[in-house]
Structures are given as C-alpha cells and as structure tokens.
C-alpha cells in the first residue's frame, strides 16, 4: 500500500488480509518510534514537496512542503519574488496571526511589510544559515506562517495533468525556474515529475529491504543510478496499491519501473482522510 499524499509518501504493506505489524513500530524518516504499531515507512516526498534552485542551477526536491503555487491564493505573482536558494519560496503570516505582545523579529518584520522571501528577512533581521531555517520552520510548525514556492503539482498544472488550481500561477513559476536551470519549460516540468517518482521508487525499494533484512540503504539506492561504474535495478514480486491525492499521477510509472502493477480502489484520493475520519470514532 502506497499512500501518497502532498507532503509525505507512506508505505505499508497488508498480509492475508490484513495490516502487518512491527514490533520496533513505524519509521519516519531516520527515526524508529520503537512503539508496536503498523509496519509503515514515512518520507519526505508528495505532490507538495519544495522545489527548489540552487545557485549552480541544480534542482532538489523536498523533504519540505510549500503550499503550490497553483494553490497560493494572496500570495504575491511569482514574477515578484521567485528564484533560486533563499527567494525560492514566499513567506506570509496567517491571518489571524497576531504579533502583538511577541518579540519575534520574523514575525514582526512580516506583519509590518507583508509577505516576503528569506532573502527579504535575513537583510531586515540579520540571522541567516541555520538560525533564520531553524527560526522559519518553528514558526511553520507553530502554525504562524505560511510558505509557498513551486511543487510537482504545479508541474501537473503546467503540463495539463490536472487543473484545480490557478494554472497561470503555475506556469509563471515554471518558465521562471526553467530559465534559471537552463531549460525548456516542459522538459523542466517532466524532470520535476522524474525527480518525484525517483524518490517514491527508492523509498518503495528501501522500504522493503528495512523489512525483510533490517537496514536501510539509503545513500547507496537515492545514489544508485548517479555511479561511475555500477548499475542496479529491482523488481517488486507484489502489486501496488495506490490512495492519496496524488497517487494517480506518480505510481504508474513507479509500478513499471519496478515490473509491477498498480491498482488504484475507488475513491483512493480520499483514503487517508477516510482512516483519519475512522480512527477519530
């Protein structure tokens, strides 16, 4: 089983019926809960992972979720703001934030200029490196701000996969990248389309030698197809079967990769918001 959904990917995997289990409980990312739970591995990947530039023009995904550009709403145009390493997501309040009676600087510098880059925060508050990302995900995890920057969706978007949100958001935000990266707009988005059902692959393969054998191979699978001299594929000997929203869009591809099939239940976008539902009663 395949959950994919806009900020994570999870894996689990059901035997005769029914869910297996693990004593040492589920991973998320590097991290053994160590409580007996469903046999599940979490990783940073979904229709709404960062897509971000660096200042070499190399492209990396994830493991941070960004509201898509498709999605943003009030944020301000991307012409505006988006580019490569710290401008390459905005940054804005909820609106009910109030910074009133708080001494935060990020907060207060966004309430009394709006929106704005890391780039824009860093010049007004003067932290940077890791103290301004460690400053920006607090506020992110305390629900205090809102972060928005190109995703996979938006790649959707661009190339008429899906249409539920604002397609020229999307677009403006592709061409922009593209030109930083030295490319065509399509063959920019395809690659943010690749790059995601790569990591879903290499978390599907890990996942699977975690369980049978106890270790992870990370860096040797997500650098696998990056070696000099060595090549190595893998098959999956079981079906896939996909739910979450963005499922339809990433595992076909996963599942030929792999020599599989995959199969997707009715309503399988809502899935993981109907066990939420469930567990809740």
Known sequence: MVDVGGTTTD?????????????DGCKVGRWQTHVEAVDMFTGGIGGDSHVLLDSNGQIHLGPNRVIPLSMSGDFPHPEQWLGTELNSKCISLIPETDSNGNDNTILKYLMENGPSTATGISKATGLSGVPLEKHLE??????????????PTDALHVLGKICIGDVTQAEAGARILANLAN??????CQKIIGMTEEN?????????IHHYWGKSLTGFINSRNDHPVLGVQFSLKMPIIGIGAA??????NVARKLGTTVEFPEHCEVGNGVGAALLAV
């Open 11 to 23: 894996i689990a995997m059901i035997r005769d019926g029914k869910t297996v289990l693990s004593p």
């Open 183 to 188: 490319m065509e707009l399509e063959p920019f």
């Open 138 to 151: 607090q506020l992110t995890r305390e629900e205090l701000t809102l972060e928005t920057g190109f995703t």
């Open 247 to 252: 499922a339809k869009y990433f595992l076909p």
């Open 200 to 208: 879903i692959e290499n978390l599907l393969i890990d996942y699977v």
